[in-house]
Each structure stands twice: as structure tokens, then as C-alpha cells.
């Protein structure tokens, strides 16, 4: 007999035609947004979760789905997952990592130019017909090229961030982590280990790429933000919780740094409205993974593992895969 899954959010018809040969499925292909309690009720009797970073998967939840053996993740950033939870239960979950990293890295570059070359503060001033002549400070913004590029952060995306900086753009590029790279990773990223406050203090371009956790909540607020260059770039493609929003609202609008590009929010498809009435900001609506190409082998990934899991197999991307050998979990 087939095992159940459900998948959580709406996903490509090709990876549901790959979980219908494993599983009885139940989808979601009107892509609602449930309720913890309406996800609780969809996961009775399910056997596995296809879930995205919208869905939060706690103990709490998962006492109330006692058959669940599996959530696989689409995403590669898990902070929507509690691992200690699903470890001491048995349930094996899973990430998507490195099939994301270049194109995740390619846009925390775009957003980070956009941002210091003013592009959306020049398209919605161009769309709102106020552009009635040249001048010699028109929108005038900041170099990439040549300057210093300082990332938080040094995981795959933060390497492949820096590549970019150090040889498309001969940028100098300084780097602060949890634990300094090894020296060969730190020469094929063309990246220098600083302090934090030495990353704050001499970055020209901020990338913000670090994994959440409630140990990283607003690692920059208002007193590391007053650490950087007023003519610096703050762009975060991590999670939104990493940077005090309010924070870092009021240093725009008093124009202690010059701007910011945000792809990612502390609440969620909710900003912070103060935000949207700055000009010197870029938002997009986290989606520095958004290829179609990419999106797709991330689903295929995270079905990947699922159909491993209940199906006796090895999963390619687990998190806590201990719990699939007994005695170790
Ligand atoms: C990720 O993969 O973590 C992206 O941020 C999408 O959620």
C-alpha cells in the first residue's frame, strides 16, 4: 500500500507526477495559505510533509501528527524547522542545498547593485514622468567595481557572492563568519576574515548571507549599522530577521548609510511600511531563488529526499540523518 503525503504549497505539476508513482498525495495546488491548525489537521495521517519556508514545523506540531516520519523541506535555509524536535521524534527532515547557490548568489549581486546604483529609485522616477532633463547628479549613486565588498556570512552563497566580486568586479572582499574558512576555500573565494566590527567599519557593499537562528536575531540594528561608511549598501538575501527593520529604516531616512536592497522580511509577506515609503531601498518579495530552472531542481530535491525516506532509500540532502540509523538518533 502506498504511503500518504501531503504537499504543502502549490509545486510543479512534473515533480507531483513523480510523488503520485511513490504516494497517495494530497495537494495544494490552489496554493492556500493554512493555519497551523488547518496544516495540523491536513498532516493526520500522513506520512510525509513536501513543505516550503512558509510552513513552521515545531514540536507542538508534530505531537499532533504522530505519523509523520519525513518533512522535506524546499528550501536550503531551514529556520522554519525545529530539528531537535523532529531528531527526538524519529522524523527525518531535509533541506535544498547547492542546487540554489549560484542563482541565489546572482541575485544578491543584482540587488546589491540595484541598490547602489539607485535603479528602482530611477525606474519608479522615470514612471512617475519626472524626468524632464539630463543633469550632472541625476540619480548619481556608487561604485562596484574597485571597492570593498564585505559579506556576513560565509556559507556556499556567501563563496559564490564573493567570486563575483573578486573577479568580475576586482572588488576587495572581506568576509566575518561563525568559524573562519579554511585557507584553500579562502583563496578560491578571493575573500579576507575580519572582525565583525572591521567588516562593518570598512565595507563599501554589506551582503547579509548568514543562516538564521534566534542567535543571529538582529545582528545588525542600530548600533552596527552606525559602524558602516554613510556611503555604504546594506542588501540582506538571508532571512529578515537578521536585520532590526526599524533600525534600519531610521538610517535611511536620516541617510546614515546611503541604501539598502532587501529580499527578505521580518514578517513576511508583510514589510514594514515605513520601508515602503523610502526611496533609498530596493525590495523584492524573497525571491533570490526564483529561476525556473532552479525552482525546479529544488522541488526535485526535496521530492528527491521524501521519496527516499519512505521508501527506504538515502536521502541526498538530509538534516538530521541520525535518525534514520537506529540507536544513533
Ligand atoms: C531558501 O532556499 O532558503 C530560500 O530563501 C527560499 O526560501
Given at each position: 500500500m502506498k504511503k500518504n503525503i501531503l504537499v504543502a504549497r502549490r509545486v510543479f505539476d512534473s515533480v507531483l507526477e513523480r510523488l503520485r508513482v511513490h504516494f497517495e498525495v494530497e495537494p495544494n495546488q490552489d496554493d492556500l495559505i493554512w493555519s497551523k491548525a488547518e496544516l495540523i489537521a491536513r498532516l493526520?495521517?500522513?506520512?510525509g510533509a513536501f513543505i516550503t519556508a512558509s510552513e513552521r514545523i515545531d514540536a507542538e506540531l508534530l505531537d499532533a501528527c504522530p505519523q509523520l516520519r519525513a518533512v522535506c523541506n524546499?528550501?536550503?535555509?531551514?529556520?522554519?524547522?525545529?530539528l531537535d524536535a523532529c531528531t527526538a521524534r524519529g522524523v527525518l527532515a531535509s533541506n535544498t542545498p547547492d542546487v540554489l547557490t549560484e542563482t541565489t548568489a546572482d541575485f544578491g549581486f543584482a540587488l546589491m547593485m540595484a541598490a547602489a546604483r539607485r535603479m528602482a529609485e530611477g525606474e519608479h522616477f522615470l514612471r512617475r514622468g519626472e524626468w524632464d532633463k539630463w543633469a550632472v547628479d541625476l540619480l548619481a549613486g556608487s561604485d562596484i567595481h574597485g571597492t570593498t565588498l564585505g559579506l556576513l556570512g560565509m556559507g556556499r552563497i556567501g563563496r559564490a557572492i564573493a567570486k563575483r566580486g573578486a573577479l568580475g568586479f576586482g572588488m576587495q572582499v572581506i568576509y566575518h563568519n561563525r568559524s573562519r574558512l579554511a585557507p584553500e576555500l579562502e583563496q578560491e573565494s578571493g575573500a579576507r576574515y575580519v572582525s565583525k566590527e572591521a567588516l562593518l567599519q570598512q565595507s563599501d557593499h554589506l551582503l547579509l548571507v548568514l543562516p538564521y537562528s534566534p542567535a543571529v536575531h538582529?545582528?545588525?540594528g542600530a548600533a552596527e549599522i552606525a559602524l558602516?561608511?554613510?556611503t555604504a549598501t546594506l542588501t540582506n538575501?538571508?532571512?529578515?530577521?537578521?536585520?532590526d527593520e526599524v533600525a534600519l529604516a531610521e538610517a535611511l531616512s536620516k541617510h546614515q548609510i546611503a541604501a539598502a536592497g532587501l529580499d527578505?522580511?521580518?514578517g513576511e509577506p508583510a514589510v514594514n511600511p515605513v520601508l515602503l515609503t523610502l526611496p533609498n531601498i530596493v525590495l523584492t518579495p524573497?525571491?533570490?531563488?526564483?529561476t525556473v530552472k532552479t525552482r525546479l531542481a529544488m522541488a526535485d530535491l526535496a521530492a528527491d529526499n521524501l521519496i527516499a525516506v519512505l521508501t527506504g532509500g538515502v536521502p541526498p540532502?538530509?538534516?538530521?540523518?541520525?535518525?534514520?540509523q537506529p540507536g544513533l538518533a
Open positions: 493526520q495521517g500522513k506520512d524546499m528550501a536550503v535555509g531551514y529556520n522554519n524547522i525545529d538582529h545582528v545588525i558602516m561608511k554613510p538575501i538571508a532571512r529578515g530577521g537578521v536585520v527578505v522580511f521580518e524573497h525571491i533570490a531563488s526564483a540532502t538530509p538534516l538530521n540523518g541520525q535518525v534514520l
